[in-house]
């Protein structure tokens, strides 16, 4: 069995205060999405996952930990820059979250792919900017090989095969 892939880090500047650590833990930690918490509640822009972002001892960087599928990294870290770390993010003079400074800038790229996924993941963010994109497994053929022609299936005798209708 092939195991999960994790590489990359997102730096935080500056780093994440106490307060905003183990609100990330708390909320990893919990059977909660990201759509149940207190600045995500109706808003349809926030990704119906659980938080997989993990961040460092001294709240430095973010990882992924891979307790959620790998293509939630992007609207994930958007909903934690929006929602949480950048300047005027909608937790600024919430009531629930009161020792957040919302003042971090991000940069950093994470590539991910799980075990049961053959797609790898990529997020990027620069200066508060996420983006990411997937990328496809390798193919099953040698370098330098080409490709053999796939042959087309043999259909029974009993079976008609159709074409589609021209205009």
């Known amino acids: ?11 935080v ?12 833990a708390t ?27 993990e961040t460092c001892a001294s709240g430095c960087c973010l990882t ?6 790998s293509r939630n990294m992007v609207p994930s870290l958007r909903f ?39 797609r790898m993941y990529v997020a990027e963010v620069a200066g508060n900017r996420v983006a990411g994109r997937s990328v496809r497994a390798k193919c099953d053929h040698p370098a330098g090989v080409p490709a053999q022609q796939v042959p087309t299936p043999k259909r029974s005798a009993n079976v008609i095969a159709f074409r589609p209708r021209r205009a």
């Not at 992924?64 to 599928?69: I, Y």
């Not at 003079?93 to 799980?114: E, K, S, W």
């Open 27 to 53: 909320l990893a930690n919990s059977n909660s999405t990201l759509r149940g918490t207190p600045t995500g509640r109706g808003d349809a822009t926030v990704p119906f996952a659980q938080l997989a972002w």
């Open 64 to 69: 992924w930990s891979g307790r959620e599928w």
């Open 1 to 11: 069995m092939q195991d999960n892939v994790f590489l990359g880090r997102i730096e």
């Open 13 to 24: 500047r500056p780093p994440l205060n106490e307060a905003e650590r183990d609100y990330l």
């Open 80 to 118: 934690l820059v929006d929602h949480l770390f950048k300047a005027g993010a909608k937790a600024t003079g919430h009531r629930r979250f009161p020792g957040f400074t919302c003042d971090h800038v991000l940069d950093g790229i994470v590539a991910a792919q799980r075990y049961d996924d053959t």
